[in-house]
């Protein structure tokens, strides 16, 4: 049935697989460190997952398996040299300020607040400032292996599946980083 579905609305499919995915893995691990879950952070990380992450990763992993076809060595590692040169820079980037300003527009809705989003804007940029060169070597570490697996050995119809696997521990990296310089965590 799954692969049904998957067949009929790629990209619909991916973006539900990605965001139950996440919205799982981050509430359990949320559970698991803290005793309680954010829900707030959950909705956050998830749609970011289901409406960014697993359809653009989605249509990008597909280029790639088009440019390198199979799974042997060079193949695997060409997709994940230019996976990671193209992707890694701006996924880190996307999330972080999918947080700041997700995060921003749903405490103001829920406080029935007004958001400053100038205020919003400069700590978000501070926040980058001060984090992406790091987020950018902990990925490098951390981001090769997962593609490299996913690449050689995922088969295509569960590649958003796996990914978003792995990404709930980087979700949760990202989400504690993403927090770590926010006024509500000083």
Not at 45 to 56: I, K
Not at 120 to 129: D, G, M, N, W
Request: proline residues 4%; charged residues 10%.
């Amino acid at each position: 049935m799954a692969l049904r579905w998957r067949a009929r609305l790629p990209l619909a499919t991916s973006a539900a697989t990605g965001f139950a995915v996440m919205a799982v893995g981050d509430g359990a691990v949320q559970v698991g460190l803290d005793g309680a879950i954010d829900a707030q952070r959950v909705a956050v990380s998830s749609t970011y997952n289901g409406l960014v992450y697993a359809p653009v990763m989605h249509v990008w992993w597909g280029k790639l398996d088009a440019w390198w076809p199979g799974r042997t060595a060079g193949a695997v590692v060409r997709k994940v040299l230019v996976n990671q040169i193209v992707i890694t820079p701006f996924n880190s980037l996307c999330f972080i300020s999918w947080s700041k300003l997700i995060g921003a527009a749903a405490t103001g809705a829920r406080g029935g607040e007004r958001v400053d989003w100038l205020a919003v804007r400069a700590q978000t940029e501070a926040h980058l400032r001060a984090e992406l060169p790091t987020l950018l070597a902990t990925s490098c570490a951390f981001w090769p292996f997962a593609h490299a697996c996913n690449f050689a050995f995922a088969p295509i119809s569960l590649r958003i599946f796996f990914m978003s696997t792995c990404s709930v521990g980087w979700g949760g990296y990202l989400s504690y980083v993403s927090h770590r310089l926010s006024p509500s965590s000083s």
